[in-house]
C-alpha cells in the first residue's frame, strides 16, 4: 500500500512537472506570435491590445482577462455546477497566474527579435504556432488541468448544448472582434489583430495533430503505474477470457475471417455489432457512428477549427474524440466479459499490455483488395481501387491519431497474414492453434 501510494505521489508530481514546462513552452510560443508583428493568437488578442495602449504588461492583462473567463464560467456552471466543479475553477487561479508571468518572462526574452521582412515574419509565426502546439500537448498529456479559455468553451458546449466547434468558432471570432474594436477606440487604428491572427488560429490545432502521436514516449514515462496494473493483470491471466483482435487492409477479408474464426472457435464476433453496442451506451446514433468510426474528417477546415485539440481525450468535447472514448469503454468492457474477436477500431491498441489477447493484421496486394472488394463488397470494379486507397488512409490516420502508432507496423501485432498468398481457412487453422494455449 504504502509503495503503490509513493509510487502514485511520484507520477502526480511528474504530472505537474511536465504541466509546468507545457506553460513556458506555452508561454515561449506566445511570445514568438507576438513577435512576428503579424497579430497574436485570437485568446491573447484583447489583453495584447489592452497592453499596447497602457502601460501594464501582456502578462498583466492576460491574468486579469483570465480572471473574466472564470467568473463566465460560474455564469455558465450555474450553482450545482460550480460545487460540482470547485476543484477544476479553483485550480485555474494558479495556473492563471504562473501562466502570465511565463508570458511577461517569455515577451522579455524575445524582446530583441523584432523581424522586418514579411517573409520572415510569416516563418517567425509558424515557428510561434509550432512552439505553443507543442505546449498544448505536453499540457495535454500531463492531464493535471486545462488553461481557462478551454475550460470557457467546453462549459459553454455543456450549457448551450452545441456543437465544440461551433462554439469554440464563435468564442475565438468574439475575441478577435473585441480586441479590434477596443483597438479602434483605444488609439483610433487596429493594431495587434492581422492575418497572423487567422493563421494561428487555423494551423496551430493541425500542428497539434501533428505531434502530439510522436510525444507518446512521454505519456508512457508519465504512467508510473502501469506497469504495475499490467503485472496485477498478468498476475490473473488464467481468469482472463481470450480475445483476438482484427486489424485489416480494406478489401484483405477481415470481416469474413473474423467470423470464421469466431465459428471456429465457439466464441462471440464483433464487428458492426460494435455499433448498436456503443449507440446504446453512449448518445450517439448507429447512423453517426457507422459514418464516422475509424476515419479522421476529411475537411481540412473542420480539422483546423472544429476539433478538440487542447484538452485530454475523455475530457474532449469532439464528437469524434468522444466517439472513439465510448468505443474503447465497450471493448473493454467486453473483453473482460466472455471470450471473443473484434474487428478493427483499435482494438490492438485499446487492449495493448493484457494477457490472453492475440493481435493479427491482414493485407493483401491491390489486385487481390480489387477482387474481393467487387465478389463480396459489391464495389465497382473501376471505383474499387480507389475506394480501398481512400478507406486505408483514413484508416491509418485514424490508428495514428488516437494511438501514435503506425498502422500495420508488425510490431503493434502477434501475427500478419498476406491474405493474397494465404487462403482465410489456412489462417484460421494457425490462429486456431496459436489460441490453443490460451483458456476460452
Known amino acids: 500500500m504504502e509503495e503503490k501510494r509513493i509510487k502514485n505521489r511520484s507520477e502526480l508530481f511528474r504530472r505537474y512537472l511536465v504541466f509546468g514546462i507545457s506553460l513556458l513552452v506555452i508561454a515561449f510560443g506566445i511570445s514568438i506570435i507576438t513577435r512576428s508583428d503579424l497579430g497574436t493568437s485570437p485568446i491573447t488578442s484583447v489583453p495584447y491590445v489592452a ?12 491574468f486579469f482577462f483570465t480572471i473574466f473567463l472564470i467568473i463566465l464560467q460560474v455564469i455558465l456552471l450555474g450553482k450545482k455546477g460550480v460545487m460540482e466543479r470547485k476543484v477544476e475553477l ?66 459553454a458546449t455543456m450549457r448551450l448544448k452545441k456543437d465544440f ?87 484483405s477479408g477481415g470481416h469474413k475471417l473474423g467470423e470464421m474464426l469466431a465459428k471456429e472457435l465457439g466464441i462471440a464476433f464483433y464487428d458492426r455489432e460494435l ?42 468535447m469532439s464528437a469524434d ?21 473484434i474487428v478493427g477500431r483499435c482494438a490492438d491498441y485499446i487492449l495493448k499490455d493484457r494477457p490472453n489477447t492475440v493481435n493479427i493484421f491482414l493485407y493483401a496486394d491491390m489486385q487481390h483488395k480489387v477482387k474481393r472488394a467487387v465478389a463480396e463488397y459489391g464495389i465497382a470494379e473501376g471505383q474499387a481501387a480507389s475506394v480501398i486507397a481512400d478507406t486505408d488512409k483514413s484508416r491509418k490516420e485514424h490508428y495514428l491519431q488516437y494511438t501514435g502508432r503506425q498502422w500495420g507496423n508488425s510490431r503493434n501485432y502477434n501475427a500478419s497474414f498476406d491474405t493474397g498468398v494465404f487462403s482465410l481457412e489456412q489462417i484460421v487453422d494457425v490462429l486456431k492453434n496459436m489460441s490453443a494455449k490460451y483458456s476460452i
Not at 481540412?300 to 474532449?316: G, H, N, R, T, V
Open 51 to 62: 497592453s499596447l495602449n497602457t502601460s501594464l504588461s501582456l502578462g498583466t492583462y492576460f
Open 90 to 155: 479553483l485550480m485555474q487561479f494558479p495556473v492563471a497566474f504562473v501562466l502570465s508571468v511565463f508570458t511577461d518572462f517569455g515577451m522579455w526574452a524575445t524582446a530583441s527579435w523584432m523581424p522586418e521582412l514579411y517573409y520572415v515574419k510569416i516563418v517567425s509565426l509558424v515557428v510561434g504556432c509550432l512552439v505553443l502546439a507543442f505546449g498544448i500537448c505536453m499540457e495535454v498529456i500531463a492531464d493535471v488541468t486545462m488553461i481557462s479559455a478551454e475550460y470557457t468553451i467546453q462549459f
Open 165 to 251: 466547434g461551433s462554439i469554440k468558432i464563435c468564442f475565438d471570432v468574439s475575441l478577435v472582434l473585441l480586441a479590434a474594436l477596443g483597438s479602434w477606440l483605444l488609439s483610433g487604428r487596429i493594431d495587434g489583430v492581422r492575418e497572423g491572427t487567422v493563421i494561428a488560429a487555423l494551423i496551430t490545432g493541425p500542428f497539434v495533430r501533428m505531434i502530439m502521436p510522436r510525444l507518446a514516449f512521454l505519456r508512457c514515462w508519465l504512467s508510473e503505474t502501469h506497469e504495475s496494473n499490467v503485472q496485477a493483470i498478468a498476475g490473473s491471466r488464467e481468469n482472463l477470457p481470450l480475445v483476438i483482435t482484427i486489424s485489416r487492409e480494406y478489401g
Open 275 to 316: 455499433i448498436t453496442l456503443v449507440a446504446g451506451e453512449s448518445s450517439f446514433s448507429e447512423e453517426f457512428i457507422s459514418k464516422n468510426e475509424q476515419r479522421m474528417p476529411s475537411s481540412l477546415l473542420y480539422q483546423m477549427i472544429m476539433q478538440d485539440y487542447e484538452a485530454p481525450l475523455d475530457k474532449s
Open 321 to 341: 474524440d468522444a466517439l472513439f472514448v465510448a468505443q474503447s469503454r465497450v471493448i473493454r468492457r467486453i473483453s473482460s466479459e466472455k471470450s471473443c474477436v
